[in-house]
Each structure stands twice: as structure tokens, then as C-alpha cells.
């Protein structure tokens, strides 16, 4: 048998491997639930109250549960073997989606109904990082894994464009009873993938005293690294400034666009679909692997997509930039983790790696500030302000941390 870091690295070669397609395929479902959950949520909330804040509020609900507990989540998928914890994530989830499916088919289902089974989502998507992503990472060795974790982007974009069009279809069809229905069949069939998993961890006890010390090195060791510093900081301005924007899209949709709720998917999927073709041409190899450059030009870049598209006049053009924006996602999403991951040390990868979760969870912050601002300026408006200040703090970052460009 071949050493994990020798074998071929393109995307034919990594999908071969029966351990990395089960671990990118629970990534898959989980994504796909997880946007189309979003945007059916969205515009449930918006067709029931009118109010934007509390279409983001909806969102941050779901959001919230990475700043709070991300970093624990690190701090624990070091010491636990990281299978039994996806297992946990998966059932889990499940079972919430379930319950929703459940209460929407009596008739007996609420906002707050929706936003509590988003936050036990959210909690489990809180360990996202720590957990499927580090073995994502580990199975494909260390010479494979800018390829594996593109590969693995590429899913994302990918459930990041059907999700959510398929959350609108699912709503003006079936109503939000098939949504949770989905849901929940994905979820049952992503703790199928796991229990099948071959893996093998070198455990440690886990003592509770011990875990604000672990988390604290985890810090520690962050802040010893101009690199990982840079690309935290990278992380905030993108999640609270940048992804932001998705909150907007069930407001921009229906009042500015005045579309249907499956065209309002559309939109929200647009972005998605450049991730998708900018995360296999990364996969693929033909893209330089100057990784801090393609870090930093995908998230100037997703920002400048979604500043335009705040000020687009025509639904079909908002449509065009946002796809556009999707390239630069691509290159943020797949060099975040590349960079994290070779960068730390093994011991600390999972505590990084849940710090890189604790600031992907400021999201809801930013979440709920365009929401306010919508209330007061518009949608769009929110939307463009959003985005212009996030085009300042990383130009700051720029400043402070120069060599994250080369």
C-alpha cells in the first residue's frame, strides 16, 4: 500500500478512494440541507411577518452556534474520535429535521419552531470544521490535500446552487412539509455514510479542567503565526461582510424583484454555481497553487461581485455578477482550509481549525446588522454598505499582514 501523501491527487484519483468519497459525500448532503433549510426558512419567515431583521435573525439563529461553541468543538475533536462525533452530528440534525417535518404536516408549526431546529443544525455544523473537514483532509494525505479540500469546496458550490433552488420549488410544491422531509432523509443518509467509515484516531482522555487550557493553546498557537493570524482575520470580514448578503437575497428577490419563491432560489444559488466551476479548476490543478494570492484576490473579489450586484437594476444581471462573485468564493473557501491545515501543527489542527469556525461564526453579527439596515435602507442598500465595508477591512488586513499575497 502507497503512502496516503504519494497517491494521485486529481479528483478521479480522490473519489476512488472509498473513505474520502464517504466523507465528501456526508459533506454533500449536509450542504445541500443546510441551503436549502436556509432560503426555505427565509422566505417562510418573510411571507409571515414582511420584515427583513427577521429573515436574518432566522439565519443568525442557525449561524450563532459556531461563534459560541466552535472553538470547544476544536478542543473536543482533538481528544475524541472524530467518526463517533460525526455519527453524533449526524443523528442529531436529523432528528430536528424530523420533528419540523412533523409539527409542519399537523399544522402545529412557528418561526420558533424553525429557528430552534436551526440552531441544533447549527451546533452541528459548529463542529463541521474540527471535525469532517480535518479528516477530509487526513485521509487524503498531505501532498493531496489542496486537491481534496477544493474537491470538497466544489461540493459545497455545488450544494450551495441546487439547494437552494431546490428549497423554492420544494415550498411552491409541497410546501415546507417536503423541505424537512428531504431534510431529514439526507441526514439519515449521511449517518449511513459515516457508520461505514474505515478510520483509526489516536484518542485522549477528555477532563472538562483541561479544556479552557487546550482551547487557550489553541490561541496561542494562532497568534505565533502571521499567516494564520491573516487568514482568521480574512475569515471575520468575509463572514460578517461578505456571505452576509445571502440574507438579502428572499427580501431582493420578492420586493425589488418581485419574482417567485423558485427564481428567489435561483438567485441565492447563482453564486454557487462559480464556486462550483472555479472549485474544480482549483481540484484540477490548473490554477497556480499560489495559495496566499488566491486567498486574498477570491475574497476582494466575491465583495466587488456582491457590491455590483447590490446596485444591478435587472434580476438576470444581480444574476450574472453573483455568479461571477462564486469564483472568488471558490479560491477563499479552498485556501482557507489548505492554509490552516498545512500551516498548524497536527496536535493543534482541530483547535485551529475550530477557531476557524469561531470566526466563519461571526457571520450572524453581520447577518443581523444588514437585517437592521435593510429595515431602515432597503435591501439592496443593506446589501452594498455591507459590502463596501468589507472591501475596507480587507484592504486593512492587506496592510497589516503583507505577506498573506505571496
Do not use: K
Amino acid at each position: 500500500m502507497t503512502d496516503p501523501g504519494e497517491r494521485p491527487g486529481g479528483p478521479r484519483a480522490l473519489l476512488a478512494d472509498r473513505d474520502y468519497l464517504r466523507l465528501w459525500l456526508v459533506g454533500g448532503f449536509a450542504n445541500a440541507v443546510r441551503w436549502l433549510e436556509l432560503l426555505a426558512a427565509g422566505v417562510f419567515a418573510y411571507d409571515q411577518t414582511g420584515s427583513g431583521l427577521i429573515v436574518a435573525a432566522m439565519t443568525a439563529a442557525r449561524m450563532l452556534p459556531m461563534l459560541l461553541v466552535g472553538a470547544l468543538a476544536g478542543a473536543i475533536a482533538d481528544a475524541l474520535d472524530r467518526r463517533r462525533l460525526l455519527l453524533a452530528g449526524q443523528a442529531a440534525a436529523g432528528l430536528a429535521a424530523a420533528i419540523v417535518c412533523i409539527l409542519a404536516f399537523a399544522d402545529l408549526l412557528t418561526l420558533w419552531h424553525i429557528a430552534a431546529a436551526g440552531g441544533v443544525s447549527g451546533i452541528v455544523w459548529a463542529s463541521e470544521m474540527a471535525v469532517r473537514r480535518r479528516m477530509v483532509g487526513e485521509v487524503a494525505g498531505p501532498t493531496r490535500i489542496a486537491s481534496a479540500i477544493a474537491l470538497d469546496t466544489v461540493t459545497n458550490g455545488m450544494t450551495r446552487m441546487v439547494g437552494p433552488a431546490l428549497g423554492g420549488f420544494l415550498l411552491e410544491t409541497v410546501g415546507i412539509v417536503g423541505v424537512y422531509l428531504l431534510s431529514a432523509a439526507l441526514y439519515l443518509s449521511g449517518f449511513a455514510l459515516v457508520a461505514g467509515l474505515r478510520w483509526s484516531q489516536v484518542t485522549r482522555p477528555l477532563r472538562l479542567s483541561q479544556i479552557p487550557g487546550d482551547i487557550a493553546a489553541g490561541f496561542a498557537a494562532a497568534r505565533r503565526s502571521d499567516l494564520i493570524m491573516a487568514v482568521l482575520a480574512v475569515t471575520v470580514v468575509m463572514n460578517a461582510f461578505g456571505f452576509s448578503y445571502t440574507a438579502m437575497i428572499p427580501p431582493i428577490g420578492r420586493y425589488e424583484f418581485a419574482v417567485s419563491a423558485t427564481l428567489v432560489g435561483v438567485l441565492a444559488s447563482a453564486e454557487a454555481g462559480g464556486s462550483l466551476l472555479g472549485g474544480l479548476l482549483i481540484a484540477s490543478g490548473r490554477v497556480p497553487p499560489d495559495r496566499g494570492r488566491l486567498f486574498v484576490a477570491g475574497a476582494f473579489g466575491l465583495m466587488a461581485a456582491v457590491a455590483l450586484a447590490a446596485l444591478a437594476p435587472w434580476y438576470v444581471l444581480a444574476l450574472a455578477l453573483l455568479f461571477l462573485g462564486g469564483f472568488g468564493t471558490a479560491s477563499f473557501a479552498s485556501m482557507q482550509s489548505t492554509l490552516i491545515l498545512t500551516e498548524a501543527p497536527p496536535e493543534m489542527r482541530s483547535r485551529l481549525m475550530g477557531i476557524v469556525t469561531v470566526c466563519i461564526g461571526t457571520g450572524p453579527l453581520g447577518v443581523l446588522l444588514v437585517g437592521a439596515l435593510s429595515d431602515r435602507i432597503g435591501p439592496s442598500n443593506a446589501m452594498l454598505a455591507m459590502a463596501l465595508a468589507g472591501m475596507a477591512g480587507l484592504t486593512l488586513i492587506r496592510l497589516r499582514w503583507p505577506g498573506l499575497g505571496r
